[in-house]
């Protein structure tokens, strides 16, 4: 290339058209704006799988309904959890520890910014594959377009027998897409962390926020690894005629479920890391203490990722497994309770005599401290065995999931946007919308989750398109479904301050919450370079020391 | 302003250096991939013996002895060929490096030429049986595996011929034959479990 072709882009925006700026976006390798793009895309599902979650409910508000078909309600609920899994959740947390990370260990960028890119593209084509059934999938006699197999698609649904047409297809491919998209990831965030470290920031310097998306990367690559090999061997089994879970030729249906869940169970602790690294890193911030225990932390944090890999059968009890793995898995389930609880302690020791300023970002992480806990408690009472038979698949189980992820996910989730969306924006968002958002969204999550453990406990199964009257579920379902409404208002609520705050909000400044991580001595937004030089840090509050010069921390530490 | 004053602090006089990023990168590469064989291997060993009708991997398998070599070997060649790289001898490393190509294509002509008896002589195709699903995935993954690793080292004969390697690249090719490594190392296990215990 000549040098003379080489021209700067002018930086003025009105002299770049609307397709240059998306270009820029398109081909883009920084690791602020395919945070932003994983965030936005997340965003866009968070949507779609919330109004068929708001249709799923409408549909069982009351006993005989139709508001939907039967095999409507079984294509909304497998769309809905695959989409919220795969397509909200993992890409919202990436979108946030691409942003993050690089900013926080002084970095400049990732440690492989293309790979960066290649694998948000990877993710962001699954989640086009899946909702491509819609139109592309209608295989033969009327077989249905989008998969209608459940989100952990058990054998022998998946066989080409039960599942005609090319639903499932598109179900496997994009799992499988996407799963290379996430472990791609999973791989920079590792590198990043482990090689691309400021001067001075030892592993025990790190922000708590990169040691727990340093373990989840490392259960991202370990965890989404035999998911991507179980869709192969579905593939094999639908298009080659392998007979991996084909019972009909000696296969075996129980070797999915080990499968799925051998994947599926350190997935929560994918998720649920990543929330952990945001309530660890905003409590302390609004409860103006350094976190409490950091090193019990980092320890509880690996033994969850060691355990995690080991209580993946308690999904499978209602299977028959015997006594011996059964006695194993409700053990190794119980024991992961002990780190999370000392995390919860250690949570609560920060907040302990802190000058705790109540802000939006402050008040979801204190709703998902009690919402957590109670999840946890369901959790313990499900991973007893002889509780879980009477109680597997029944809507007190989806009640206990939806408040982990709900309640203990979203909710930090929910305060990761607003903590950080000064940084990202370089706007100040609405301190009322946010507490708005904040209230309506926990009215309706307890009403809806809260109350979806009692028809659970009296016998309602999961996934049933409808059901008799007069079985004690009747007022429940009512009362879960307007809780829907109040999330719904929420959600609302929540974009409409994004979006108003983006074009209205004031100027935020480098550092609105007088923090103490790297993030924030840099501008908001900050520049493509994030750094003018690299910093150098000498303790885990590196802003604090700049601003204390008198009492600096790495004397302490 | 803020990102100004931070970089005020004068900086300590410390050493910093972090683990190379390629290194690290495909370490943890190699252990999504060993997940990925792992449960493999598992499926493979949970469905010996459960086939419901022939061919059986006693009647039909022999250890092919003579390719494992070859493949197994490739490992101490593509060691050596590195080395050369690392002391500067760059033809020393091309002739290494074109030895491990060639023993990398001779253990697949193995597999083709076994798939191809196994296919047309002795009828097990991957949809016969349970043996045929398992065995033709786990040793076609493992086969895939070694494809993609020799279009990755024919990349790199490529660029030596037209003379574009460098003693400053060992570190880069070191890790890419860590990638090699992996890729016998795996075929040791497949070794065992399809050739020794599935017999």
Known sequence: ?557 | MMNTTLMTLPPPEIEWKLPARGRVAMYALIAAEAAIFTIFVVAYLFYIDKSLSGPMPREVLSPPFFYSVCLLSSSLTIHLACKSLRGGTVRRFGAWWLLTITLGVLFLFGTASEWHRLIYEDGLTISTNLFGTTYYSLVGLHGFHVVVGLVCLSTVMAFTLFGAVKQEHAERLDVLSLYWHFVDAVWIVVFIVVYVIGR
């Open chain 1, 1 to 557: 290339m000549s040098t003379d072709s080489i021209a700067w882009p002018s930086t003025t925006a009105e002299s770049r058209s609307l397709v240059d700026h998306l270009h820029e976006w398109i081909v883009t390798v920084d690791h602020k704006r395919l945070g932003m793009l994983y965030i936005l895309y997340a965003l866009v599902f968070l949507v779609i799988a919330g109004i068929e979650a708001t249709i799923i409910r409408i549909q069982l508000i009351r006993p005989h309904n139709d508001f939907v078909s039967p095999q409507v309600f079984n294509r909304l609920f497998t769309m809905h959890g695959t989409t919220m899994i795969f397509f909200v959740t993992m890409p919202i947390l990436f979108g946030f520890a691409n942003y993050l990370i690089p900013l926080m260990i002084g970095a400049r960028d990732m440690a492989f910014p293309r790979l960066n890119a290649f694998s948000f593209w990877m993710t962001a084509f699954g989640g086009l594959l899946l909702y491509f059934s819609l139109v592309g999938a209608n295989g033969l006699y009327g077989a249905g377009n989008a998969p209608d197999i459940g989100w952990f698609a058990y054998a022998p649904l998946t066989s080409q027998t039960f599942s005609l047409g090319h639903s499932t297809d598109f179900w496997t491919l994009a799992l499988l897409v996407s799963g290379f998209g996430s472990i791609g990831t999973a791989i920079n965030i590792v590198a990043t962390i482990v090689c691309m470290r400021c001067p001075g920031m030892t592993l025990a310097k790190m922000p708590l926020f990169a040691w727990l998306n340093l373990v989840m990367g490392g259960l991202v690559i370990l965890a989404v690894s035999p998911l991507t090999a179980a869709q192969i061997m579905l593939l094999v089994d639908r298009y080659l005629g392998g007979h991996f879970f084909d019972t009909q030729a000696g296969g075996s249906a129980v070797i999915w479920m080990h499968f799925f869940w051998i994947f599926g169970h350190p997935e929560v602790y994918v998720l649920v890391l990543p929330a952990f690294a945001f309530a660890s890193e905003i409590i302390p911030v609004f409860s103006r203490k350094p976190i409490f225990g950091y090193s019990v932390m980092v320890g509880a944090t690996v033994a969850i990722g060691f355990i995690s890999m080991s209580v993946w059968a308690h999904h499978m009890f209602t299977v028959g497994m015997g006594s011996a793995a059964n006695t194993f898995f409700v053990i190794s389930t119980m024991a992961i309770a002990v780190p999370t609880g000392i995390k919860i302690f250690n949570w609560l020791a920060t907040m302990w005599g802190g000058k705790i300023e109540f802000r939006t970002p402050m008040l979801f992480c204190i709703a998902f401290l009690f919402q957590f806990l109670v999840a946890g408690l369901t959790g313990v009472m499900l991973s007893a065995a002889p509780f879980n038979w009477q109680l597997g698949s029944s809507y007190f189980v989806v009640a206990h999931f939806h408040y982990v992820i709900v309640g203990g996910i979203l909710f930090t989730l929910f305060g990761a946007f607003y903590y950080w969306f000064p940084k990202m924006s370089g706007k100040m968002y609405s301190e009322t919308l946010g507490k708005l958002h904040f209230w309506l969204f926990l009215i309706g999550f307890h009403l809806t989750f809260d109350f979806m453990h009692i028809p659970g406990l009296l016998g309602m199964p999961r996934r049933i398109y409808t059901y008799e009257p007069g079985r004690g579920w009747d007022t429940w379902n009512v009362i879960v479904t307007i809780g829907v409404f109040f999330q719904a208002a929420g959600i609302l609520v929540f974009l409409g301050n994004l979006l108003w705050s983006y074009y209205r909000g004031k100027a935020a400044g480098s550092d609105p919450w007088d923090a103490w991580t790297l993030e924030w001595s840099t501008n908001s937004p900050p520049p493509a370079y994030n750094f003018y030089t690299i910093p150098t840090v000498q303790s885990r509050r590196p802003l604090w020391d700049l601003k204390h010069p008198d009492d600096p921390d790495w004397k302490y530490e």
